[in-house]
């Protein structure tokens, strides 16, 4: 396709080979700087929730696993997209709330479970997660994607995902009540390069947040203040190494269980969500209409089959990545071939225990500053996500469906436990705000909201009105 102005005015450049070698590894690493933040912390958070419950985590989520699947997945997903679209997946912070509500688990067989082992049944969880991707991508491929995304409006997406972020709210509380001012340096550096930083320092303000107040933590302890810092495991970690799935595959390899499915597997609802946002975010940033063609279907099939590969082996769910959409945006650099190099850099880094051991020695008060931003931007995306829909709350029909479905994710707090077949099975609050507000959208009369086209969503920058 020729090259042509956008409304940003400059010509962007849709050919990276052109600028020569030595410039494409360099927008390469922008891309990885810009996920790398975001994708090492899930696997953070996660141990972060279950170390402050005092369990002993002799399995915990894998930086190692996570980088690698984040690489592998963004390769896989290029390959089912037929190499046209240049999105990055990373670990997906929609999936945190589930691994919180397994981390708590204390029912049925989970009774005397160890964390270890639960973080297996929840990775089962997102396997199948991941399958249910490809089950839309099947229906939309039949009967065409207008007829399936009436059936979840942003009334419904939009109050899931603020649930999501207010859940996780305490964890971010205990984290940074380890050391409150070290906290706060975190979230300072993070506001500061968000709202002041130009070109890049604004990109990547997550991983400037942790660099900044790791090395403030590091002098803290150097020059004999609290030890902020533990060492420890970076003595003994390998430069180089191999992936826990490759080193212990029968801890690491995902299990099956209703409860853990049931717990997991409706979050696919809101990330399923946050996919056709992305696609439709990075169609309009390129100029190509890529829900069109390649075709969503095809987008689909490839965030669902790496995040159902990643939780096989014991990692994290994926998702496309705004960061780097926004880095499309800055460089003006359209070339998927410069998402792929960023894919192999992260690659790379999956091999080295060493750098999973540094990033493991985070303290977990820069944890808590990091998450009081970025467990509040999950629910503000929430919020967000309804103001550029404008859903109408003047309509009882959705304040209805819209506080059914927060009195449910926020209320029930330990979920909800019954017997099917003498199987005891648990549904997490945000199961059972995602089905009510499926049900009650389905069921209630009045709908105001229509889904646009393909072509009228690139048009009007948005794929739904009220």
Request: net charge neutral.
């Amino acid at each position: 396709m020729s090259e042509k102005t956008t409304a940003l005015g400059a010509e962007p450049i849709r050919d990276a080979r052109k600028l020569g070698i030595p410039k494409m590894l360099i927008l390469g690493l922008q891309h990885m700087f810009a996920m790398f933040g975001a994708t090492i912390l899930v696997p953070i958070l996660v141990n972060s929730q279950q170390s402050a419950t005092g369990a002993d985590i002799s399995m915990p989520l894998s930086i190692q696993t996570t980088l690698f699947f984040a690489g592998f997945g963004t390769l896989l997903f290029h390959v089912c997209s037929k190499m046209k679209v240049p999105a990055f997946l990373g670990s997906s912070f929609a999936f945190l709330g589930g691994f919180a509500a397994m981390g708590g688990m204390s029912e049925g067989i989970y009774a005397t479970m160890s964390q270890a082992e639960k973080l297996q049944y929840t990775c089962g969880g997102i396997v199948v997660a991941g399958l249910l991707y490809l089950v839309l991508a099947l229906i939309i491929k039949l009967v065409g994607v207008h007829k399936v995304m009436r059936f979840l409006p942003p009334v419904v997406t939009g109050p899931i995902i603020i649930c999501i972020g207010l859940n996780l709210a305490p964890s971010a509380v205990n984290n940074a009540s380890t050391c409150w001012w070290l906290a706060l340096v975190a979230m300072a550096i993070i506001i500061v390069c968000n709202i002041w930083g130009k070109g890049m320092v604004k990109i990547i303000p997550i991983l400037l947040g942790i660099v900044g107040s790791y090395l403030v933590a590091l002098v803290v302890t150097l020059v004999g203040g609290p030890q902020l810092i533990d060492f420890s495991s970076l003595k003994t970690a390998q430069v180089v190494g191999l992936q826990p799935f490759f080193t212990n595959f029968s801890g690491s390899i995902a299990k099956f269980d209703l409860s853990a499915i049931l717990v997991m597997a409706p979050i696919a609802i809101a990330s399923m969500m946050e996919h056709i946002g992305d696609m439709s975010a990075i169609s309009a940033t390129v100029g190509e209409n890529f829900i069109e063609d390649p075709g969503l279907h095809r987008t689909l099939i490839g965030d669902g089959l790496a995040t159902s590969l990643a939780g096989l082996f014991g990692g994290p769910a994926n998702t496309t990545y705004g960061e780097n959409t926004g880095v499309l945006v800055l460089s003006r650099v359209y070339d998927p071939r410069v998402i792929r190099l960023a894919a192999l850099y992260a690659l790379v880094l999956s091999f080295s225990p060493l750098f999973a051991a540094f990033i493991g020695s985070i303290p977990s008060a820069i944890i808590g500053g990091v998450s009081f931003i970025l467990y509040g931007m999950i629910s503000a995306i929430g919020v967000r996500n309804l103001v550029e829909n404008r859903v109408d709350f003047t309509n009882s029909r959705n304040l209805i469906i819209a506080a059914t479905v927060l009195v449910c994710g926020l209320g029930f707090s330990s979920g909800l436990t019954f017997q099917v077949g003498g199987a005891s099975v648990t549904l997490t609050g945000l199961a059972i705000a995602a089905i009510a507000g499926i049900l009650l959208n389905a069921i209630l009369p009045g709908k105001d909201y229509h889904f646009d086209t393909a072509k009228d969503a690139k048009d009007s920058g948005s794929l739904g009105k009220y």
